[in-house]
């Protein structure tokens, strides 16, 4: 279903089609044709299905609902407000890693009892600003960041509520190296075998109290191999430290379920993920942080574009958008695929290398890939484009970011407008207010 033509019931709203489909030929979002909003917001820009991200979350809510847990979206997928508005009236907390997403956290409504802060470089503004807005965990990443915290919570007569992010060094197999980050030798979290110390050091900090343990294994997990080697390691670390007489109330699994992107990728297999990791739960009893990014919003979203130019050169064909790596680094970062399809049906394929504007050779969205024949001025779509799409996004080729669109049922609204040439530039001096040194 979800695909193909409306049928005569459409008068029904339940029966309408949701998320990304097709009618006569033309890709809508829910009840909006994507064509319509490129008239509206011009190209690029990113557009979300609302109803995809609830369908995602409670998917995944569903396989969870008998234990205590919190679903905590990893902001950094996707930062939008209104997106993250979206999770929080669904239920969700959210995962951080820096000030700026705590602010932004605070500005779509999340109060700190919502917030964990995950990373591994904080630095102490960012401590202060989470302590003051009474975050649930900091996740430590370090005995130097461990004392920092302290230090912090001392100078403002408050304790923090940490949870130690284990490295549970398990073999992580992730499309691209740059995603793993549970593997031995990485900078993620403290090495299994420094854990025990790290928890005595910390019942030596009046100003830190150890409230849980957690992990994150990378992105794009394919399998639950990690996790079922990770598992058990977390499950007898958080006895130690329960053992040492810490008041443990939370077990962090960490995000990193996959999305299919590519033809014949599978989806996480939900069910067996939630069934390791209640398997685990049951063994502690504590109450479970799920930090999912990707898997609750990448389908969501898809990048639109306009063909600016088709080219032909050295017996090979170019399409050439008007979207570019500024707009959609993973492919240029990661040699990530993204499915390309015309908006409105093409009647053929050709094999092109679609390209963006960018002054890079490294700009480009796919290679020698078979794609719907689309003319100078036709419409695409970059699928599955709502994770670590525009919340990667810069300015380079001095572009501005371009539109956030959400779609829900038969409305849309712009939720994040095109940036203004004037925003390029707002915060330069083209002539410099010196100071003297
Ligand atoms: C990035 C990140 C996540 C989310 O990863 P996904 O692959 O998007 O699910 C979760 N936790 C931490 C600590 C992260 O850094």
Known sequence: MGAGVLSGSAADPSEAPEGFH?????????????????????TPAYVYAASTIRARYTRLARAFADVP??????????????????????????????????????????????????????????IAQALDGGVLLINVESEAELTAIDAVAASRGVVAPIAIRVNPEVT???????????????????????????????????????RGLGMHLGSQIGNADPLRDALPRLVHLLGVARAAGHDIRYMDVGGGLSVPYAPGDVDADVEDYAALVRAAQAETRLALVLEPGRFLVAEAGVLLTTVLYRKHANG????????????????????????????????SRITADIVGPICESGDFFAKDRSVDDVPAGGLLVLRTAGAYGFSMASNYNSRPRAAEVLVDGDRYAVVRHRETLDDLVRLERPHPDWRTA
């Not at 097709?22 to 011009?42: E, F, K, M, N, S």
């Open 22 to 42: 097709r009618v006569g030929g033309a890709l809508h979002v829910d009840g909006v044709p994507l064509a319509t909003i490129a008239g509206a917001v011009q």
């Open 69 to 126: 847990h919190r679903i905590h979206f990893a902001v950094k997928a996707n930062s939008n407000l209104a997106v993250l508005a979206l999770l929080r009236e669904l239920g969700a907390g959210v995962d951080i890693v820096s000030g700026g997403e705590l602010y932004r956290a605070q500005q779509a409504g999340f109060g700190g009892r919502d917030v964990v802060f995950s990373g591994v470089g904080k630095t102490s503004d960012e």
């Open 316 to 347: 090979k064909d170019f399409v050439v958008t008007d979207a570019g790596m500024n707009d959609l680094i993973r492919p240029s970062l990661y040699q990530a695929y993204h499915a390309i399809e015309a908006v409105e049906a093409a009647p």
């Open 172 to 210: 992580v197999d992730t499309p691209h190296a740059y995603i793993k980050t549970g593997e031995k030798g990485g900078k993620f979290g403290i090495p299994r075998d420094d854990v025990t110390r790290l928890i005595e050091v910390a019942t030596t900090l009046p100003h830190v109290t150890l």
